[in-house]
């Protein structure tokens, strides 16, 4: 039986690692490189790194020995691929395939495609057809809207009119190789993933879908799992403040019966 995995999620913005909250608000965490170490000395499955800046300008205004400065996302990407050991899915700004053929090339093992599907769907056909569907995740930002799911472009900005079922379906079927299915509306409120939304989507294809958006216990995870068919978690915020997070995390899955590979930790000491 395929095993369930625990993703963390990193947002980037302007060189920082920001926490999110409702795609309007952001909080300074620090180095981009630093916290992907430790997240990869606790035993995440994988990683997604997302870059949420809105004109990709990167500058940590830092030049001190041990910190150096990266003007640009693919520097960055390359930090981070020297310092962890497992896969690395990265996101943001992505329009062409040489933008792909790049992160790739970085380091980067998948990529995620939000805004560029959304306007141009052929996009994922290209993409699929060069690269292949192992390594291209569909970012999904979904808002409720007068009591509708409706998927959203551009940093949750822009409204495109398309159920989530439909998008999730389109593509699937033009190459897509995971979705990554994120709740504007629970992002950094830590009162659990959107079930229905994660029912309704996870249902409807047969890629692997990955829940996103709300995780404000260890509960939280297990109650995606157990309700709907994703085949993943990720957390964002709620791992960045709580040590050995991932350890912990992963053992509360594995004693509540989910179907994760045993806790442990690389290099950590274990409580």
Same mark, same amino acid.
């Given at each position: 039986m395929k095993k369930e995995r625990l993703i963390p999620v990193l947002l980037l913005r302007n060189g920082f690692l920001v926490q999110s909250k409702g795609f309007k608000k952001w909080q300074n965490l620090g180095n981009p490189t630093s916290s992907v170490a430790r997240l990869s000395e606790w035993a995440s499955d994988e990683l997604i790194y997302l870059d949420i800046s809105r004109d990709g300008a990167h500058d940590l205004r830092r030049d001190d020995l041990g910190h150096p400065n990266r003007g640009t996302f693919l520097e960055i990407i390359q930090d981070v691929a020297r310092v962890t050991f497992m896969p690395i899915t990265v996101g943001g700004r992505i329009r062409t395939l040489e933008h792909i053929e790049q992160r790739l090339r970085c380091g980067a093992d998948k990529v995620a495609l939000n805004t560029q599907p959304l306007r141009d769907p052929s996009f994922l056909d290209l993409a699929a057809r060069e690269f292949g569907a192992q390594c291209l995740v569909a970012s999904m930002d979904v808002k409720l809207i007068d009591g509708q799911y409706e998927?959203? +472009? @551009?940093?949750? =900005?822009?409204?495109?009119?398309?159920?989530?079922?439909?998008? +999730?379906? =389109?593509?699937?079927?033009?190459? +897509?190789?995971?979705?990554?299915?994120?709740?504007? @509306?629970?992002?950094?409120?830590? =009162?659990?993933?959107d079930i229905p939304l994660l029912q309704q989507v996870s249902d409807a294809v047969r890629i692997p879908v990955i829940a996103c958006g709300g995780v404000g216990e260890w509960n939280h995870l297990t109650e995606a799992l157990d309700q709907t068919q994703v085949d993943a978690v990720a957390v964002a915020n709620l791992l960045h403040f709580v040590d050995q997070s991932v350890y912990l995390a992963k053992k509360y899955l594995f004693e509540h019966g989910c179907n994760v590979r045993p806790p442990d930790l690389l290099g950590a000491v274990q409580p």
């Open positions: 998927v959203m +472009a @551009d940093g949750g =900005t822009e409204r495109t009119g398309l159920s989530p079922v439909e998008w +999730a379906r =389109t593509v699937e079927g033009r190459g +897509a190789g995971e979705i990554l299915l994120n709740s504007i @509306d629970r992002d950094g409120m830590r =009162t659990g993933y």
